[in-house]
């Protein structure tokens, strides 16, 4: 069974610009949530989905990000404009159920510059 | 506001000794409790899991125990592998304002000297 997969692993932008990050959640998996990690920290809750609405995103700052999970499956989550203090690992998670073990995925690093 | 926290940043252990990794929590809702372990560019991985109705939690080398009058787990590695050798992370749910999600700590670097 595959695992959840993130793309792109590596990202390097300016300041200001856009960013995009990608994922395919483990299949069957109705839960899906967008983590972000700072060097040295654990990670930090930014979304919660069910299915595809979002139920949780009271850690979003809503003025420059942005996700969504279409049809349910695949969800993206964008940054515009990227800031430097954005700098971190954003790591995608699913499971079955809302109060389970998650599944990582790889992470996507971004570094903004 | 940290709801859980792992005051340990590092901690070296020699191969086949034990390895005690602490986590503490404030939150009285947090009724599941997990340990994760991570790897250098990968994403973490779910390594054991208490439920808050059990105080100890056995899989193979690792036993997780949960003093819930203290607010404290612990995840116990024996004997120590050098393969062992991760960010360790404590993470807790539950009902409230915590359902559906996990808070993690900030991690523990264990290494595990051959």
């Known amino acids: 069974e595959a695992g959840v997969v993130q793309s792109p692993r590596y990202k390097i932008i300016e300041k200001k610009q856009p960013v995009a990050f990608w994922c395919n959640p483990i299949s069957g998996h109705n839960t899906l949530y967008w983590y972000r990690q700072n060097l040295g920290q654990g990670p930090e809750l930014l979304i919660r989905y069910e299915n595809e609405e979002a139920v949780d995103d009271s850690q979003l700052p809503k003025d420059r990000f942005s996700a969504e999970r279409l049809k349910g499956v695949d969800s993206t989550l964008k940054i515009q404009p990227a800031e430097l203090g954005d700098s971190a690992v954003y790591l995608c998670?699913?499971?079955?159920?809302?109060?389970?073990?998650?599944?990582f995925g790889e992470g996507s690093r971004l570094t903004v510059l | 506001d940290q709801q859980v926290k792992q005051n340990s940043p590092s901690l070296s252990v020699q191969e086949g000794r034990i390895s005690i990794l602490n986590c503490d929590y404030t939150n009285s809702m947090f009724d599941y409790f997990l340990w994760y372990k991570k790897y250098p560019a990968e994403g973490p991985t779910f390594l054991i899991s208490i439920s808050s109705i059990k105080d100890k939690n056995e899989d193979g080398r690792f036993t997780v125990f949960l003093n819930k009058s203290a607010k404290h787990l612990s995840l116990h590695i024996v004997p120590s592998q050098p393969g062992d050798s991760a960010v360790y992370f404590c993470?807790?749910?539950?009902?409230?304002?915590?359902?559906?999600?996990?808070?993690f700590g900030q991690g523990t670097i264990l290494t595990v000297h051959p």
């Open positions: 993470a807790a749910g539950g009902g409230g304002t915590s359902y559906g999600k996990l808070t």
């Open positions: 998670a699913s499971s079955w159920v809302a109060a389970g073990e998650l599944f």
